[in-house]
C-alpha cells in the first residue's frame, strides 16, 4: 500500500481516520464558527492527536477545506440513469444533510464562508460545480424524452432541493429519528408531486 | 398624542426610530451572531444614542426579541381572500426576506436562537405561529374547494417555502437586484407550478 502524495512519509493513511477528522472538522465548524474553529478543538473531537492532525494539514484552512469536501454530498456522483431515480438520489443527499449531524455546518457555511480566506474559493467553485450537476441530470431527463424540453429547470430544482431543506429543518425533534431513518421514502413523494407538475404544464 | 406603555415617561416613541433600531440590531445580529451582539454596536449601527436604547430596552435579549417580532414577516396577516392569492404573498414574503438585508439574521437564528436564553422560547412559539398560520392558508382553499381535500398540506408548503428561500439564496449577486425589484412576480411562477402539481393529482 503506497501513501498517498500529502501523507507523510513512512506513515500510510488510515481512511477511518481521515474520515472521523472531517466529520469533527464540521461538527466544531458547525457549533462555533470560523471564530471559534481551532485544530486543538478538532482533535480532541475526533480523538486524535494534535501532531496528527498537523502531519496531514497544516493550517485551518486547509482542514476545512478537506472537510468540506470529504464530509458534503456530491451531486455529479449522481447518475442513476433515469430522471425519477436521480431526482430521487438528489432529494435523499439533502435530506440527508440537514436532518443529519453536519447540518449545522451546512447552513453556517452559507452565512460565514465566502468571508474565510483559503476558503472561500473552495467553497464557491464546489456550490457552482452542483448548480452544474444537478441541472445536468434535469437536461439528461430532457434528452430521454422524459421531461418536455419547455419546463422550467429553476423552478423544478429550486423546488426540490428547497423541498427536501425545508422539510428536514422544519421537522419537529421527536419525529427527526423516523425521518432520518428513511430519507428516500420521503424523497419519493417530493419527487413524484413535483413531477406531476412538470407533466402538467406540459398537457 | 399619548406615549405607549412601554415608553419612558413624557417621551413619546418615534416608529421610525424603532424600525431603524430593529433593522440596526437583525444586521448586527446576522453579521457577528449572539457572541458579537452588543447594544453599543446596534446603537452605532441605527445613529442612536445608547441611553435612548436602552430607555426602551433594558437588555439584548429584549432588544433582539422585537427585533424579531418587528423585523421579520408574519404569516398570520397574509389573507388575501383567494388560495392563489395568499400563496403568492407567502412566498413573496420569503422571496423578500432571503434577498433582502436580514437574511444573514434570519439564517442565523436557525442556528443559533434555540441556544439563547429569553430569546429561545419567543423565537420557537413564532416558528410555531408560522407554521400554524400556513397550514390554515392551504385549509382555506381547501374549505373554498380551490383544492382537493387530498392533497399533502406538508409537500406543497415545503416545496413553496423551500422553494422561495432556494431561489433567493441561489441567485447569483449580479442578478439579485432585479430579483429584489420585483418578487412578486417571481412568486406568481412558482405558485402556478406548484398548482398545477396539486391539480395533476386530483386529476
Given amino acids: 500500500m503506497s501513501a498517498s502524495p500529502a501523507a507523510a512519509p513512512g506513515r500510510p493513511r488510515d481512511p477511518e481516520v481521515d474520515r472521523r477528522i472531517a466529520q469533527a472538522a464540521l461538527d466544531v465548524f458547525g457549533d462555533a464558527g470560523w471564530a471559534g474553529f481551532a485544530m486543538e478543538a478538532v482533535a480532541r473531537r475526533a480523538c486524535v492527536g494534535k501532531a496528527s492532525l498537523y502531519l496531514r494539514w497544516n493550517s485551518k484552512e486547509a482542514l476545512l477545506t478537506h472537510a468540506i469536501t470529504a464530509g ?59 448548480v452544474v450537476a444537478a441541472r445536468a441530470i434535469v437536461r439528461r431527463g430532457i434528452d430521454r424524452a422524459e421531461l418536455p424540453g419547455t419546463i422550467s429547470v429553476t423552478l423544478l430544482l429550486d423546488t426540490l432541493i428547497g423541498g427536501a431543506m425545508m422539510h428536514a429543518l422544519t421537522t419537529p425533534a421527536d419525529r427527526r429519528a423516523a425521518l432520518a431513518g428513511d430519507t428516500a421514502a420521503h424523497a419519493r413523494l417530493l419527487v413524484d408531486f413535483l413531477l406531476s407538475a412538470v407533466t402538467a404544464v406540459d398537457a
Same sequence: chains 1, 2.
Fill in 72 to 130: 458534503l454530498p456530491r451531486v455529479s456522483d449522481v447518475d442513476t440513469g433515469t430522471l425519477h431515480g436521480d431526482l430521487v438520489e438528489l432529494a435523499t443527499q439533502m435530506l440527508d444533510l440537514y436532518v443529519g449531524s453536519s447540518s449545522r455546518a451546512a447552513i453556517r457555511l452559507n452565512l460565514e464562508a465566502e468571508a474565510i480566506p483559503g476558503v472561500a474559493e473552495h467553497y464557491l467553485s464546489m456550490r457552482k460545480a452542483q
